[in-house]
DNA sequence: GCAGCATTTGCACACGCTTGCAAAAAGCGG
DNA sequence: CCGCTTTTTGCAAGCGTGTGCAAATGCTGC
């Protein structure tokens, strides 16, 4: 093996005719080193592709930059795109992601964290699952910060960040009433996660409410295929609903292709459907699904807002809006 | 700040009554403990809530474990499906992705790799973009191992991992042919990457062997809505063309909804359509894509059994084999 | 040139871990 | 019980960095 190894500090304050601190200094924001001899330190740097080595770094000041995105089913339109404004956010506080995929078994979430804790993660945000709690007490009791995404769980010292799932199902509710629906349902995973469950619950109520009941309906996972299924379900009812609201747009996508090519309905004019999370595929045309949109971006800047501040702010829980994207999926507007 | 610090091997080892050697060498697989002693450094361990400090491992080692993933365009179906994919594989050989975004500008590969020498990855995964070449050397030159995804670079080095486009585009030039259209088009985004581009002139090529020609129109990124502009080119010339290869399936997606929802074109029987990747949404009903599928897992393994390897293995070139899946957008079959 | 001050520099230790080496302990056959 | 071999253990030297401290240097005004 050739390994060369790395250049290190001491090669670099060598060619520079320095000492190996004044080095370190020119690599270090805010250290006392005079112009002169920190061009000296670059020049040799870049001569011999100098690099700072960030976990000798980490290791010395105990903060290693790294954060630690913890997900599952990756390769769905909403997760990937949180990941994509996650990694942005990021980057741009000068942090870098660890991607842990839980997709496995479950108490991965919490083989996941060991794993940030091993590599002294500064933080890590969840995005699916739930860790134990003692990994959580661990985690926090060394100083690791921990954001949980929609996971609407109630203990104390994570930041947790939640949409106004409830709301957004009471208006969606009045919505279909308004198109002149009498016949609601809810298209809903097995998943039985926070988020999605906030949604049925707020559906049901704000239906109850208006004078109407719901009929639910749950399958399998939170994807396309589930949707169809469930609109199988559904449809074939003695009473057809004539507007579904599915918990999120992935269920919306499979339910309206089954409704329309295989029970040859018409969606808005025979059924009308909403969904949640503004993928987008939602806007394509063969969809126009209205339904609430993931603020993404707000949600990612938060979070590493919160992951990067000097002082651990007080405010530990964010309740963000979910904007009502309207298209052509419901009759009126 | 009360920043309690980690427990280290330290403390594991004064409360276990043993070395800190003893401790260290617990955690290290294949080490000499006897079973008495690595008990007690089990069970302290675990009382402390103890972790073995990566940094410092990899610091030592020589070897981080880490891996670097270099993707731009995340939530995309293919990018993330893949990202899946290489995350999974990662996990099972023990090693861990870390992931970095470069949406932003261009030059951010380079930056990227940076970033993954800083933190002294053991491999670099490049899913998009080029790096230069200074930055390749650099890397090599210090045993990080490169991985190019679909890149058709020719520099030595790498691993380079590519699909059989050209043939494949061959094969859908016959299978239209044989499906009896006469007007052959391409669409293509302006990304100009080398497998969109290979995709395009096997096609043409393929078609001139047939004794036609091809229409080519290229627009803006590689998505839904340059799929949505390409087909207003096409479709409103003069001869219009009766079958379409999209270099992706998202391209595909959005020609299929502009040809049906605006020309009122159906397919297959007016105009037959294909793609290239086989995403999710190409096999919703809505679409029934006949298309490419990219081999992401088999990718996966393929990159990370590479990386893995103990002697750097000589063949550093996988061609792998894209197979078509038919559905309904081609007629006949 | 010199006292007085601000700035820069080098030394040396610390961070938490692995590992070669030699000493200690354990096993074993007689 | 002894000499031998094998296993286990502790010591200490690193890995590449940051940083407090004291010495050295540069600068200013007389």
Redesign the interface.
Known sequence: ??????VSAQEVAEKAGVSRSAVSRTFTSGASVSPKTRQKVLDAAEAL?Y??????R??MR?E?G?VC?IVS?????Y???L??AL??QL?NSGK??????T??SDGSVDLAL??A????ADASIILSGLPDKSITD?CL???QRLVLINRDDDREGPLKINLDDVEAAARIATAFVRAGCRKLAFANSQAGTPSLMAREHGFVAAAKALGMDVMVERFGHTG?ESG?VVAQQLLTRKERPDAVFCATDLLA??FM??A???FSLSVPDQICVAGFDDI??AS????GLTTFAQPVDMIAREAVSWLVAETEPENHTVRLHADLVWRTSIRGG
């Open positions: 093996m050739s390994q060369k190894l790395f592709g690099h700072v080595n960030h976990l000798a980490g290791l105990n290693s790294i995105l089913e990756i390769g769905t339109p997760r990937s795109a990941l994509r990694t942005q980057q870098i992601a660890m991607l842990i995929n997709d496995r060991t794993q804790i091993r590599y002294r661990l009791k060394n100083g396309y169809r996508c499979g292709d089954a329309r090519h295989q987008e595929q394509w045309t063969s969809y």
